[in-house]
């Protein structure tokens, strides 16, 4: 990550965040910042990101504000705290003072964090995205019992979209485990680990934030009534296929659904070919009761505000795709239902 490169993706970034004032003014304040020079706080955060990759345009500066947040969070006296409505502050007056304050001096917490630390934002909208899939094809077509298995989990808050707003004919009982991968799990009941969750949502948005404590708060109920509702598991994204493989054994009468969103975008393009083929290999045990679905940035455009809607399964040993639909980051959106069923009926 050089300067120029995140210095261009911020000011993007200044640009898609205009209805949020605070993620807005805090990212123009960076922006000025490095056009003026390489204060310490840029020298650090390069020196915290020396072994780091990021591929999506808005990762680093997502990752960079999500750190802030975990520290306004976290500490009563922190400058930014009468600027962020996540800790009772007002997002009507310009908090760049207190950011140039903060970032005069961060903790050594705060670099410690960006060097390892992984966003994972839990977006209500978008948590049930997995369904329409296994309606279509375990449920409609097959009855058929199934694994659900998360790629990039976080705390496993997607996992349980039919727990939270149960959906009208759904069958949840179909599922037999739901499994959550992801490199550095995210315990619900750790208030830093639930904390780091928060963080993921720009301050502001105090709707976003109040919905991902009202999934959270539902998982840890049903942890309550069933310590393994949710398996969480330690497994980097790339290593998820040969997780899969070793640790879900295959049944001739259930099937298994693998689901990422917004974690192959991160992959080169020699990666992401890779993962493919080790899915496909995942899934061959399976026969036809195996799929893979991907919610997507479009791969190619740096600057992509349309999430892809990826079905792939194998025919005749192949791995076939199907694009089964788009939604906008701006909303609007479809599902091409009657192609995705044609999809998931070839023999």
Not at 17 to 23: E, I, K, Q, R, Y
Not at 76 to 86: H, M, Q, T
Request: aromatic share 10%.
């Amino acid at each position: 990550m050089t300067k120029e490169e995140f210095l261009a993706q911020v000011d993007r970034g200044i640009q898609s965040s205009s209805s949020l004032p605070v993620t807005c003014a805090l990212l123009k304040h960076l922006s000025e910042s490095l056009k003026k020079g390489d204060p310490a706080w840029w020298l650090k955060t390069l020196k915290a990101w020396d072994k780091r990759k990021f591929v999506a345009w808005s990762e680093a500066w997502g990752l960079f504000l999500t750190c802030v947040h975990f520290e306004v969070l976290s500490d009563a006296e922190n400058p930014l705290v009468p600027y962020y409505p996540s800790c009772g502050g007002t997002a009507e007056a310009d908090p760049s003072s207190a950011f140039a304050k903060f970032l005069a001096d961060p903790p050594e917490s705060f670099f410690g964090r960006l060097k390892t630390g992984h966003r994972r934002s839990y977006v209500e909208a978008r948590a049930p995205l997995w369904m329409s899939a296994t309606v279509l094809y375990f449920q409609r077509k097959r009855m058929l019992p199934y694994y659900l298995v998360e790629v990039n989990a976080g705390a496993g808050l997607n996992l349980i979209a039919d727990v939270v707003a149960p959906p009208k004919h759904f069958d949840s009982g179909l599922i037999l485990a739901r499994i959550g991968l992801d490199a550095d799990p995210l315990q619900l009941s750790d208030i830093v680990q639930r904390r780091w969750l928060t963080a993921a949502l720009t301050p502001e948005n105090l709707a976003a934030i109040a919905a991902m404590d009202k999934a959270a708060d539902a998982l840890l109920k049903k942890q309550g009534e069933e310590a393994a509702f949710v398996q969480l598991a330690p497994s980097a994204a790339e290593a998820a296929p040969k997780f899969i493989a070793k640790n879900i054994p295959v049944e001739s009468d259930a099937g298994l659904m693998v689901y990422n969103m917004g974690t192959t975008v991160r992959m080169t393009d020699p990666e992401y070919e890779a993962y493919k083929v080790a899915m496909a290999a995942t899934l061959l045990p399976w026969g036809d009761r195996g799929l893979w679905l991907e919610v997507e940035s479009v791969r190619g455009e740096m600057y992509s505000n349309t999430f892809q809607f990826r079905l792939h399964r194998l025919v005749d040993g192949i791995l076939k795709q199907q694009l089964m639909g788009s939604v906008e980051l701006g909303g609007g959106g479809n599902l091409q239902i009657e192609e995705a069923a044609k999809f998931l009926a070839v023999a």
